[in-house]
């Protein structure tokens, strides 16, 4: 069973630019999070979607902070314009609905 | 006061050595308890998880939750060099919509030194 898709993997960005990361998750999985992981501290969740409704993102910073997912399946997270603390690995994770949540990769971003 | 806390070390051990993770929390309503190993630039991946409080054993790891005192535990017997990543302690309050949501604490880096 292929895992969580994430891409890029790496991106470095000046401040004030925008960026997009892309998340495919486990095929059938209907639940799908989008999480912040700061150097040195656990994952934080922005966004949290199941099929193609948001169902939290009480922590997502709406201002600059964007998010879709498409007919279910794929997602993006957007950030416009970043700032210099939006450095951090973003990591996407699926469930079923069940405990475990399978994560990504992670796309780890460097503003300068 | 954050609503996990949880030690980021460094710990280092000789190999073989039993290891001892913690976490406290402060929001009683978490039933259910999860520690997560991430290797480095990998993401995190479920190790094992308790629900409410008891043990629960598998192989060499052992978790433990004391929702008396909002502790849980994770220990691990044998401890070889392919232990050696980051241990995260992660709770969330229960099932259906954003009761998924996980609360993770902050990882303790782990090295098991052969």
């Known amino acids: 069973e292929a895992g969580v898709a994430q891409s890029p993997r790496y991106k470095i960005i000046e401040k004030r630019q925008s960026v997009a990361f892309w998340c495919n998750p486990i095929?059938?999985?209907?639940?799908l999070y989008w999480y912040q992981q700061i150097l040195g501290q656990g994952p934080k969740l922005l966004i949290q979607?199941?099929?193609?409704?948001?169902?939290?993102d009480s922590q997502l910073p709406k201002d600059r902070f964007s998010a879709e997912r498409l007919k279910g399946v794929d997602s993006t997270l957007k950030i416009q314009p970043a700032k210099l603390e939006d450095s951090a690995v973003y990591l996407c994770?699926?469930?079923?609905?069940?405990?475990?949540?399978?994560f990504g990769p992670g796309t780890r971003l460097t503003v300068l | 006061q954050k609503e996990v806390e949880q030690d980021p070390g460094p710990l280092s051990v000789p190999e073989g050595a039993i290891v001892s993770l913690n976490c406290t929390y402060s929001n009683s309503a978490f039933q259910y308890f999860m520690w997560y190993r991430q290797y480095s630039r990998k993401g995190p991946e479920l190790l094992m998880y308790t629900y409410s409080s008891g043990n629960k054993e598998d192989g060499r790891f052992t978790a433990q939750v004391d929702k008396s005192s909002k502790y849980i535990s994770l220990f691990i017997r044998d401890s070889q060099p392919s232990d050696s990543a980051t241990y995260l302690c992660a709770m969330r309050v229960g099932s259906g919509g954003s009761n998924y949501k996980l609360t993770f604490g902050k990882g303790t880096l782990l090295t098991v030194n052969p």
């Open positions: 979607f199941q099929n193609n409704g948001v169902v939290d």
């Open positions: 994770a699926s469930s079923t609905g069940g405990v475990e949540q399978f």
């Open positions: 095929s059938g999985h209907a639940t």
